[in-house]
């Protein structure tokens, strides 16, 4: 399994590293060492353990949606004009970037500090790794 730094855990968490240390104490997570190295987690654990924590608000609606991909955040800037918008939410450490009508700016409310939900479904999505082995 791959493993990675305590770090680098907390920053994919969106925790410190001590927030990080003190799941290792509780058993939330495992952690190893290898020789005089640092302290690494499993990277799937920690996947986990972020896909259980993510908060989500409850559907307000029936409706079943086929868009799966759902990131909470805070709107953080808005750039229009008279026809189309710029917002850039802040959904943990991930920045995402919607273009939409100013109309739907308007009617949503949106606002730099809204708490909004980024829906995103694709149909190509590229998969990059750090050390470039596709």
């Given at each position: 399994m791959p493993q990675?730094?305590?770090?680098d855990a907390a920053v994919f968490l969106g925790v410190s590293d001590d927030t990080v240390r003190r799941w290792i104490d509780?058993?939330?997570?495992e952690s190893s060492k290898?020789?005089?190295?640092?302290?690494?987690?499993d990277a799937l654990a920690v996947a986990r353990l972020a896909r259980e924590h993510a908060v989500l608000p409850a559907n307000p609606s029936e409706i079943g949606r086929s868009a799966r991909n759902r990131l909470v955040g805070v709107v953080t800037d808005i750039v229009a004009d008279t026809v189309m918008a710029q917002v850039e939410l802040q959904c943990g450490p991930h920045r995402i970037v919607s273009l939409m009508s100013s109309e739907a700016v308007r009617e949503l409310g949106l606002e730099p500090g809204s708490v909004a939900i980024a829906v995103v479904k694709?149909?190509?999505?590229?998969?990059?790794?750090?050390?470039?082995?596709a």
């Open positions: 990675i730094r305590i770090k509780l058993g939330v997570l290898e020789g005089a190295g640092p302290a690494v987690v694709a149909t190509n999505v590229i998969v990059e790794t750090p050390s470039g082995r």
